[in-house]
């Protein structure tokens, strides 16, 4: 009996002192006890966080719901975090939206979407795990549509509005999409699902947003894939950068349809033609089909995403769910884990082919101390450092100009696997045009050092432009995960300038090449490179100089990602 008393007071006390301790000692040096939290990197103040869920902008005020454990550093009791911004930025977080409360979803609140509704109605479809961890689908609307800031919101009587019936697996059955309504004012919405092992968007339709009809046909689905978690569906402007509502249809000559889905760890995406009146989809390259590389949002850790439609800015915004590379136990000592990209507008390249990524031009908001570098020679095997700004937390943009591409090397594109490449020639692999790139968040002496390059090859008549992002020597802690990756930038070296930008926060870098054409995330834990220690460095290691057209870096300030009590003016805009 006593022994049983001392444990369970063991319990109860230490992660009582244990998060006192943190909170207390991150006010006093931040850097030093928390070297890998970042400071423009939307993060809740402690605890685990996965996917986005329903962001939205609605009445001036931009929300972001997310999976959060209010309990702990890992996955578990999955609540929607909440929180809000003027500027998709600086952040205020709020009391949790939705939390398990009922039999739909007792055992966690999970991945959903927010649609508008007609007179500007916001309302949320998630996932329920019920009582017997099946999956279902269910409603939940603000209580107060007064209240700018949507704090609370009510669960449907009539949930769960959409069950794992006939022959649906009910642990492969959830994440509901935003709904677009089609010509006969029937709401649509996808839900992830397998169908024999196979990924699949089930197709539900509904007039009242409240009895949903399972449609015959669903609206997608690949026997080259597993389970399709957190789908996304919207279309997208053939000609040019904006953004386009969920439920427009704008015909075959105006718009294309993107079709998102999360599994092995990545986003993938397709792009194809959607017909309202049938609902009909139709892809020229399905899902791992074709003979280049699948099409992926970001070609290192980003799961999970979601968009929604910015209808203040006319854009689209990607928010996507970035995941640790370190270990349990590590989590478990810094406190939290997981966080969300930089938000993203994302439109359909120029190719009709592929998606075109940028952050945000809020982020600019925070550049602080600036540097400029203009039309510099790099030696093949020459490093330098770039100086004048904090490189741990910065904003580096740098385009390169190259010399004679006859002398690139060959490569068979056909043959060609990216990311084993990246891994197999590494940014010590001499070349002839490349590598060449930026060296983030690296030690003084470089034996620490975040690697984001180029290489040019030739290739069946044409040059191929590789992009690797290399962190395998990012950290000499062992036991993290510091795998390479990389992809192809579809870009012709020969009339365009390549062109890189990353954005260093701390522990992560994330890496948009080719202006936004390829994007690789990568979470990265130095042990030297940290605050003031870390250093940027320009490097070339191929045998060909390349010049260094410009490059502009910003030491980046912190953004306001604070709770409401302890935001310092109240929140207007
Ligand atoms: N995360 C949620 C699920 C979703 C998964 C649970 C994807 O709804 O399928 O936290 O990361």
Redesign the pocket.
């Known amino acids: 009996m006593e022994i049983s008393v001392v444990w369970i007071l063991g319990i109860y006390f230490v992660p009582v002192f244990y998060g006192f301790e943190v909170e207390a000692r991150n006010l006093q040096s931040p850097q030093i006890e928390q070297p890998y939290r970042t400071a423009y990197h939307f993060q809740p103040p402690k605890n685990w966080m996965?996917?986005p869920n329903g962001p939205m902008y609605y009445k001036g005020v931009y929300h972001l719901f997310y999976?959060y454990n209010p309990y702990g550093a890992l996955?578990g009791n999955?609540v929607w975090g909440h929180s809000i911004s003027y500027d998709l930025i600086n952040w205020v977080h709020l009391d949790h939206a939705i939390y398990p409360s009922d039999p739909f979803d007792i055992n966690?609140c999970?991945?959903?979407s927010v649609t508008i509704l007609p007179g500007d109605k916001p309302a949320i479809l998630y996932?329920g795990a019920d009582t017997k961890k099946n999956q279902v689908q269910n409603l939940a609307v603000p209580k107060n549509l007064s209240d700018p800031l949507l704090r609370e919101w009510v669960k449907s009587n009539q949930n769960p509005l959409m069950t794992p019936i006939d022959g649906i697996d009910p642990n492969f059955f959830?994440?509901p999409t935003t709904a677009w309504q089609g010509p006969d004012r029937k709401w649509r919405v996808i839900i992830?699902s397998q169908i024999n092992g196979h990924g699949t968007a089930l197709l539900y339709q509904s007039l009242d947003f409240v009895t949903w009809t399972r449609s015959q046909k669903p609206l997608h689905s690949s026997n080259k894939t597993i389970m399709w978690?957190?789908p996304d569906f919207y279309p997208v402007n053939i000609h040019g950068k904006n953004g386009v509502d969920t439920s427009m249809q704008g015909g075959a000559t105006a718009t294309k349809h993107v079709l998102k889905a999360?599994f092995n760890s990545s986003d993938y995406y397709v792009v194809g033609n959607y017909e309202p009146k049938t609902d009909q989809y139709l892809v020229v390259t399905d899902f791992m089909d074709g003979t280049q590389p699948p099409l992926r949002y970001d070609y290192g850790k980003f799961?999970?995403s979601k968009t929604f439609y910015d209808s203040a800015k006319q854009r689209r915004i990607l928010w996507g769910?970035i995941n640790e590379s370190d270990r349990e136990s590590d989590d478990i000592k810094k406190g939290w884990s997981g966080l969300q990209s930089i938000p993203r507008s994302i439109w359909l390249g120029k190719n009709g082919r592929q998606l075109v990524q940028w952050p945000i031009k809020e982020i600019e908001k925070l550049h602080g101390k600036q540097v400029n570098i203009h039309n510099k020679e790099l030696e093949g095997g020459s490093v330098f450092e770039v100086v004048g700004i904090t490189a741990s937390q910065a904003d580096v943009e740098v385009s390169f100009d190259l010399p004679n591409l006859q002398e690139a090397e060959f490569m068979d594109l056909n043959l060609a696997n990216p990311q084993l490449l990246c891994s197999q020639k590494t940014a010590y692999n001499k070349g002839v045009i490349g590598p060449f790139g930026l060296l983030a968040l690296a030690s003084n002496d470089l034996t620490e050092q975040t690697a984001i390059f180029f290489r040019i090859f030739k290739s069946q008549g044409k040059y191929a432009v590789l992009m690797c992002s290399d962190q395998s020597r990012s950290s000499l802690i062992p036991d993290l995960d510091k795998t390479t990756y990389g992809a192809f930038v579809d870009l012709d070296p020969l009339r365009e300038k390549i062109s890189l930008r990353s954005l260093i926060d701390h522990s992560i870098v994330e890496s948009f090449g080719g202006e936004g054409r390829t994007c690789i995330t990568a979470r990265v834990y130095p042990s030297l490179a940290i605050g003031e220690e870390a250093h940027l460095y320009v490097f070339n290691n191929g045998s060909q100089s390349v010049k260094i057209l410009s490059l502009s870096g910003w030491s980046m300030k912190k953004a306001q990602i604070v709770p409401i009590q302890k935001r310092r003016k109240p929140p207007i805009n």
Do not use: H, L, P, V
Request: aromatic fraction near 22%.
């Open positions: 996965n996917d999976q996955w999955i966690g999970w991945s959903g996932t959830r994440d992830g978690e957190c999360s799961y999970a769910w």
